[in-house]
């Protein structure tokens, strides 16, 4: 047998372990997009929808177990597998890792939340009610408040101020990717209030930062809500761009 007839008979031999997950997660897709299968449909019976993808009993096991541990099915042995909605803390946890190992990932992160947080503000105009102003309204509290001058309680407060907004535009879209973000986000408001530890003056300007956005979405002023948060991450750059330059000196 010559080397690449080797090769070719490795790649049938491997083809359907590789190909089987695919399939599966494919077909799922093109069913729920569809609207065929909803969240909490049963699937087909195990030996039907093995014959339907053409694979074999024990593969389709294998991806349906692998596709539960993603939260995408449920397995509920003697009565069948169900189709779940995937949780938004569970896709947090991975994109985190992913995000994470990614060259550059940081500023990529920023750039992703500010493209949220923009719109975000935006559409907050229109659709925050008062129990949305008041949560906002509550985390600028803590923010300002001296009693909670701890850099983990400032970055919760800060992280609340934030989802706060993105709750109240009621786009479920923007709001399921803002929670699968939520780890790193958090993370970031932590690294970032540690290094204003001991920076009064500093800590003072991003919260005024944070009232002008609140006011904006207050007085349902969409253009300026926008321009009001964008210049909050234009604040948070020159921020820790002095304080870089401090440390370096």
Known sequence: MSRSEAIAALDLLDAPKRRVFDDIVEFLKGEIVSGRLRPGDKLKPE?????????????????LRALEMLDVVE????????????????????FGTLLSMQPGGDEDVMQGRIALDC?????????????????????????????????????????DFHSAI?????????????????????????????QLAGRPDQAARLHEAHTAIFLAIKSRRESR??????EHFELIREIYSEIKRENAQ
């Open 119 to 159: 719109q975000a503000a935006k559409l907050a105009c229109r659709f925050a009610d008062e129990t949305d102003f008041l949560r906002m309204r509550r985390a600028l509290d803590r923010l300002a408040d001296p009693a909670a001058g701890a850099e983990l309680q400032r970055a919760d407060a800060d992280h």
């Open 225 to 230: 809500a926008a321009q009001a948060m964008d």
């Open 75 to 94: 397995i509920n042995h003697g009565q069948g597998v169900f189709v779940r909605l995937p949780q938004p803390s569970l896709l947090s946890k991975t």
């Open 166 to 194: 993105v709750e109240s535009t009621k786009n479920a879209t923007i709001v399921f990717l803002y929670r699968a973000l939520d780890v790193l986000l958090r993370q970031s408001h932590i690294g970032r209030w540690r």
């Open 47 to 63: 030996r039907e929808l093995a014959a339907q993808l053409h694979v074999s009993r024990s593969s389709l096991r294998e991806a």
